[in-house]
């Protein structure tokens, strides 16, 4: 569970405009989360706090989480994101261009290892915590208490825009469902 990793991800995926220019954003607001699975997956999050409500950015932000897992979590795994912005009231699916949107992450233990090379402690607060930042993720509870970050500004690409975004990860090995989180927020530009 690579919280700070997770979280800034559903922050910086968006959808498309046409104005040519760099975006900024101010706020985040509305963010929900859910489990999806049913109640069936081996990997879940039990609980996940973000304040304050709305996230300026740049800024403060506090971020608590609770997640499990009841089998080991090692490679292969995949990571299915849907991602999606409400336009004129209809939820339209944003493609996945540049590793953003609705994308297809196929080897995230490959993806830790380039973020954090092996061998190399996991960065805090994570460390603190002992909680992994590298597969295998052994089956158990992880949690990170409250915890303060600092949200830096964000420049993002010009089709990315102001509105209201929900996101749909399927986590899998080998066509096994791990985890189903639904996470649900909205961007404002300074």
Known sequence: METRLVVISFFTFACFAGTGLAWKFAKVTHFSWENCGGGKDPA????????PDPIDIPGDLKVSVTGSTSVV???PITVNLTLEKKVVGVWVRIPCEGNIGSCVY?????ILDDVIPPGQDCPEPLFAYGIPCHCPFKMGVYTLPETDFYV??????????NGDYKATGYMTTNSQELACVKVSFSLTSS
Do not use: F
Request: proline fraction near 8%.
């Open 106 to 110: 196929k080897d995230v233990c490959s």
């Open 44 to 51: 879940v999050i039990k609980s996940l706090y973000l304040k």
């Open 152 to 161: 830096p500004d964000v420049e993002l690409p010009y089709w990315l825009t």
């Open 73 to 75: 979590l090692s490679s």
